[in-house]
């Protein structure tokens, strides 16, 4: 067995199995630890080296981890779709937050890096869980890619780093990225299997991570309200929330 295999199982393995420590013991630090290995034990195994590694090795891997994190969804009885936040001072990478019902209200200075179940709010429609900042170790290469940090640089700038990023790493074939008056619709061509129905509460690092560059460039928090496979790859749609001050 090839040592890159030895190294990616065991990153993955940890890494699940930190992230569901991390979640009975409400850590989000090592929620987020853990996500962040089981990742890149996926990405260290797509590298080739002298075998060929078939696309469905990946989506082997990540599979438990779709199914415990679309089982915290499902379980905790979450009713919204996921809130990607931008940087601000309480959340310096901002985050993803899932909240408890529908009809939600956010309180984002209830919200720091050590949050997990948001309970402690005057009003139910404020509950929910925080992710931390998902897929955030992507959203760096985005920006070590730019040379320069997202804040600001707007959408086409997340097009472009993310579409080069992801190709790069064999994770996805394009990034496209169509701004509107309420929101944006981003396509992502996916190198590996895209489950849309639970993306839209739990969403894959690949997904989370372009969401998430894009309320950075933009300053602005996005409502996941739609995902959709299409002939042409799997469809986002989000709309904006407006930006932080909106909601302190």
Not at 42 to 60: G, W
Not at 215 to 229: D, S
Request: glycine share 10%; net charge negative; with cysteine.
């Amino acid at each position: 067995m090839e040592t890159k295999n030895i190294v990616s199982g065991v990153l993955v393995i940890g890494g699940g199995a930190l992230a569901l420590h991390g979640f009975l013991s409400a850590s989000t630090g090592l929620i987020n630890l853990g996500i962040a290995g089981a990742f890149l034990g996926a990405v260290i195994f797509t590298f080739k080296s002298s075998k060929y590694v078939k696309k469905e090795s990946i989506e082997n891997l990540l599979e438990p981890y779709k199914r415990v994190f679309s089982s915290f969804s499902e379980n905790l009885a979450l009713g919204g779709n996921a809130i990607y936040i931008p940087p601000y001072e309480n959340l310096p990478k901002g985050g993803l937050f899932i909240p408890l019902h529908e009809n939600f209200e956010l309180d984002l200075a209830r919200l720091d890096e050590k949050t997990v179940f948001l309970t402690d709010v005057p009003n139910e429609r404020a509950m929910g869980l925080f992710l931390g900042p998902f897929g955030a170790s992507l959203v760096e290469k985005y920006e070590e890619h730019m040379e320069a940090p997202l804040d600001g640089a707007g959408s086409s700038a997340v097009e472009s780093a993310a579409g080069s990023v992801l190709r790069t790493l064999g994770l996805a074939r394009r990034v496209y990225i169509e701004e509107n008056e309420d929101g944006f619709r981003a396509v992502i061509q996916p190198e590996i299997e895209c489950e849309p129905e639970t993306c839209e509460r739990a969403p894959c690092p690949i997904c989370a991570s372009v969401l998430l560059a894009l309320a950075k460039a933009t300053g602005e928090l996005l409502l996941t309200e739609k995902v959709e496979e299409k002939d042409y790859g799997i469809e986002i749609t989000v709309k904006k929330l407006g930006g932080i001050g909106e909601w302190m």
